[in-house]
């Protein structure tokens, strides 16, 4: 009876090892305003990064990945949520005024809009927390401050992350960061939270964990090492002559070529800090355990503040309602689903990874709470997934030339609804990219249809308009 007995137990820890097994690991890697092109292998010629490039050409590379808006706090509300921003009220970078404290003189005053991540809904982070998963976040949070902090929805351990959209102490240390301890002088904020998630990764390394590394970089203040600027200003005086660096676009000049040292110099920083991590899952044997998303929260910032990076041949850019606003760049690696240097054209954006998540996990999936999100794991498969319509909702203004607009894409069309004179923009994407010939006067149907599809939605989930 004793040797049976010992076998069932035997039995019962080899099953549970074997589950522990298939329950992969998440690491999320967010960057702050990275334009889909500042990477060398979205075609960058001026931007290094070795490291992001092994890990997009090591899983799925998805090009039409979206973050779901044009600034940072709502579409990292949907990277936690699973929706889309008008349904979740987070619309605008939280801080920004709205209403009657609007002081410019523009023709509306932006909408009201929720300046925290709600609390009655359940966080991708929630959700791994209450699977057994060990939940870490490092980094940029912008999504409220006390009562809202990352450890109030879900992550066990925060390094870094409060109500601040912008490093208060700059890129490098003194941080002057309430969330974490300053290291020696001039210590990289961008490196430290790297190693911070590296050093969480080997502690856990023998239970399964959700860590989100959501870098400050490449946002403002833009800065970097000496060494850095050198190689880059030497880089950049290199280059052949252009004529017209920047264009005025409606609203603001628009940088038209990427040869900003500076900036250059935070994105290799950046990249050495997502090699420190993927080094740490390779040092820990988790690499073919652990599923690795990595994307932005928005376009590179091509107007105002630094005027950093150009995004052609997207148009515009961070803030903007065109394609360099919020197309990103969005890869998954996960080894026993992803084959190594696939690429998916279908459109996909942040509000999916919630889904995808829980699904190659072996989770219930929650529809309820990631209703606009979808499980991207039939793509990573190679498989197909119901073609569906994505929409944005930015009622505001902003400092980058942007207007009060909401977006909506059926398929290859891409509706542009403005707020401060009723007109429509109507663009297809399949022959435009570029978004430069609106066809809303030559296909006048498509365009009153799509933007009664656009209304109707905005209406079923109580949008705020300006």
Request: overall charge negative.
């Amino acid at each position: 009876m004793r040797q049976v007995l010992s076998l069932f137990v035997f039995l019962m820890l080899l099953n549970a090892n074997a589950v522990a097994v298939e329950r992969p690991n998440v690491v999320i890697v967010l960057v702050d305003d990275m334009g889909l092109h500042d990477l060398s292998v979205e075609g960058s010629t001026f931007y290094e990064s070795p490291n992001i490039d092994r890990l997009a050409l090591g899983g799925m590379r998805f090009t039409q990945g979206y973050a779901t808006c044009r600034v940072c706090s709502p579409s990292r509300a949907s990277i936690q949520l699973g929706q889309f921003t008008a349904r979740h009220g987070v619309t605008n970078w939280i801080g920004a005024k709205s209403g009657m404290e609007w002081k410019r003189e523009d023709r509306l005053l932006p909408a009201e809009y929720v300046r925290a991540l709600p609390a009655e809904d359940v966080s991708i982070a929630e959700a791994m927390k209450e699977a057994g998963y060990r939940t870490f976040f490092a980094g940029k949070w912008h999504l409220g401050g006390e009562g809202s902090l990352p450890t109030d929805h879900g992550y066990e351990i925060n390094i870094g992350g409060h109500h601040r959209g912008s490093p208060p102490g700059g890129f490098f240390s003194p941080y002057r960061n309430p969330m974490m301890e300053d290291g020696p002088a001039g210590e990289s904020l961008t490196m430290r939270l790297a190693k911070e998630t590296a050093d969480f990764i080997r502690e856990n390394r023998k239970r399964p964990f959700f860590a989100m590394l959501s870098f400050y970089s490449v946002h403002a203040p833009v800065q970097t090492s000496r060494d850095l600027w050198a190689k880059y200003q030497a880089s950049a005086a290199a280059m052949p002559e252009v004529a017209n660096r920047f264009k005025i676009d409606r609203t603001l000049p628009v940088r038209q070529v990427q040869d900003h040292p500076v900036y250059a110099g935070m994105v290799e920083t950046t990249d050495r800090a997502v090699g420190e991590v993927l080094d740490a899952l390779e040092e820990t044997g988790l690499t073919d355990s652990t599923i690795v998303i990595f994307t932005s929260d928005n376009g590179g910032v091509s107007s105002g503040d630094a005027f950093a990076t150009s995004n052609l041949p997207l148009r515009g850019g961070k803030g903007r309602q065109w394609e360099g606003g919020i197309r990103e760049p969005f890869y998954l690696r996960y080894p026993p689903v992803t084959r190594a240097r696939t690429t998916c054209s279908v459109p996909v954006t942040g509000a999916d990874f919630y889904p995808t998540i829980l699904e190659l996990c072996g989770l219930q999936p929650m529809p309820e709470q990631h209703v606009d999100g979808v499980s991207l794991v039939p793509l990573l498969k190679n498989q197909a997934i119901a073609e569906r319509p994505l929409y944005w909702h930015y009622p505001h203004y902003d400092n980058q030339g942007g207007e009060p607009s909401s977006l909506f894409r059926d398929g290859s069309w891409k509706l542009i609804h403005y707020y401060e004179d009723g007109r429509n923009e109507l663009y297809d994407l399949s022959v435009d990219p570029s978004e430069v010939s609106d066809l809303s006067l030559t296909h006048p149907v498509r365009t009153a249809e799509m933007w009664e599809q656009l209304q109707t939605w905005l209406e079923s989930v109580e949008a705020r308009f300006p």
